[in-house]
T-cell receptor
């Protein structure tokens, strides 16, 4: 997993509940990304951060929020506004700091299920 | 929206055969191309990267890139049952947002003994 950890591995959410997914990296990388994967689908970008205290929306940011207070941590909150949150969530970071060729490595993922 | 298309599959080949996976992309400015392997329930694992036209070989894997045709492929020689997985094609553009990749939906490969 290249020094990227995600927790929990499985998460269950009740309707109307906010939940936070953890992503930590010990690689000293500036950039971090959150993707969502649905069955039979590719990865869709939710949010990304290229530096501490800065982040940008990806393609499907509605219903999600993030923070980047520390370089090693990029937590994702799935809010009650996200109507279909059941999915596999993946955190990623480039292979080398400042890597221009965009090679990315992934954490082990969190599978979120709405009850 | 930059698009990455993969043959939807599923693709099924016998053990020892060559598996051919294909990917096309819409952004002509794309400069980096990746193949990820994803086993069921696991996160994607990078298996090949290619940046220049032509072939790149790594063991049983060969990536082929043709920027003029906006086409990238992955060949798996001497396929093994352990190669059974979903293969994701990803494309990046160094000129765009740093680190941004675009992914295809994946092709599911089954190698039967």
């Amino acid at each position: 997993d290249g020094g990227i950890t995600q927790s929990p591995k499985y998460l269950f959410r009740k309707e109307g509940q906010n939940v936070t997914l953890s992503c930590e990296q010990n690689l000293n990388h500036d950039a971090m990304y959150w993707y969502r994967q649905d069955p039979g689908q590719g990865l869709r970008l939710i949010y990304y951060s290229q530096i501490v205290n800065d982040f940008q929306k990806g393609d499907i940011a509605e219903g999600y929020s993030v923070s980047r207070e520390k370089k090693e941590s990029f937590p994702l909150t799935v809010t009650s506004a996200q109507k279909n949150p059941t999915a596999f969530y993946l955190c990623a970071s480039p292979a080398e700091p400042g890597d221009l060729y965009n090679e990315q490595f992934f954490g082990p993922g969190t599978r979120l299920t709405v009850l | 929206q930059k698009e990455v298309e993969q043959n939807s599959g599923p693709l099924s080949v016998p053990e020892g055969a060559i598996a051919s996976l294909n990917c096309t992309y819409s952004d002509r400015g794309s400069q980096s191309f990746f193949w990820y392997r994803q086993y069921s329930g696991k996160s994607p694992e990078l298996i090949m990267s290619i940046y220049s036209n032509g072939d790149k070989e790594d063991g049983r894997f060969t990536a082929q890139l043709n920027k003029a045709s906006q086409y990238v492929s992955l060949l798996i020689r001497d396929s093994q049952p352990s190669d059974s997985a979903t293969y994701l094609c990803a494309v990046g553009n160094r000129g765009s947002t740093l680190g941004r990749l675009y992914f295809g939906r994946g092709t599911q490969l089954t190698v039967w003994p």
